[in-house]
């Protein structure tokens, strides 16, 4: 079965420091990832999505950038954070080809940015 | 831009009532979803509906599409303490672009 993983969980960093969240997927191949970023009491709003190695797609222009070094690891960093970047973070997956649009999640990590 | 917009925003009811929360999108769609979120967790799917369909069911879940409303329903019948979550509604082409919703916050009182 796949299972999604993603590190770390809580993360505390002060403004302007360096940023780098890992996900990984096991159990499938070539898988569609995506970041996600959820503000307090607030939906998703979409980050990065990949659909292979190397090829990563942005959706809203920020400091964040967006890594896919191998195929079934997606990366979010940061060179310097700003408080705005403070949030959950979500890392997704769905098949790739044929899929149904399922997204399948990790369980998050939280950035405060102080 | 937010595609999905749920109502209401906050839902309080007793165990054993039914809940419903409604979502409306804007553009086309191929398929709708249904994910619940547990407090501080990741995002679980619920159940999809693809846009030549009507009506779901899954368990106590019962989803229904309006295409012509642009609108979306999710009804959880018999609901316990365990629902708690807040439930979101997402809607794209499959895949890439799944934009969500700002979701409804279900709170189940025992």
């Known amino acids: 079965s796949q299972t999604i993983h993603q590190w770390p969980a809580t993360l505390v960093q002060p403004v302007g420091s360096p940023l780098s969240l890992e996900c990984t997927v096991e159990?499938?191949?070539?898988?569609?990832l995506y970041w996600y970023r959820q503000a307090a009491g607030r939906g998703l709003q979409l980050l990065f999505y990949?659909?292979?190695?190397?090829?990563i797609s942005s959706e809203v222009p920020q400091n964040l950038s967006a890594s896919r070094p191998q195929d079934r690891q997606f990366i979010l960093s940061s060179k310097k954070l700003l408080l705005s970047d403070s949030g959950f973070y979500l890392c997704?997956?769905?098949?790739?080809?044929?899929?149904?649009?399922?997204?399948?999640f990790g369980e998050g990590s939280r950035l405060t940015v102080l | 831009s937010q595609q999905g917009e749920e109502d209401p925003q906050a839902l309080s009811i007793q165990e054993g009532e039914n809940a419903t929360m409604n979502c409306s999108y804007k553009?086309?769609?191929?398929?709708l979803q249904w994910y619940r979120q547990n407090s501080g967790r990741g995002l679980v799917h619920l159940i999809l509906?693809?846009?030549?369909?009507r009506e779901k069911h899954s368990g106590r879940l019962r989803v229904t599409l309006d295409t012509s409303k642009k609108s979306s329903s999710l009804l959880i019948t018999a609901s316990r303490a365990a629902d708690t979550a807040s439930y979101f509604c997402?809607?794209?082409?499959?895949?890439?672009?799944?934009?969500f919703g700002a979701g409804t916050r279900l709170f189940v009182k025992a």
């Open positions: 509906i693809r846009s030549n369909e």
């Open positions: 990949s659909v292979g190695i190397g090829q």
């Open positions: 997402a809607t794209g082409g499959g895949g890439f672009k799944t934009i």
């Open positions: 997704a997956w769905s098949a790739s080809p044929g899929n149904t649009g399922e997204l399948f």
């Open positions: 159990g499938t191949s070539n898988p569609n």
């Open positions: 553009t086309s769609i191929n398929n």
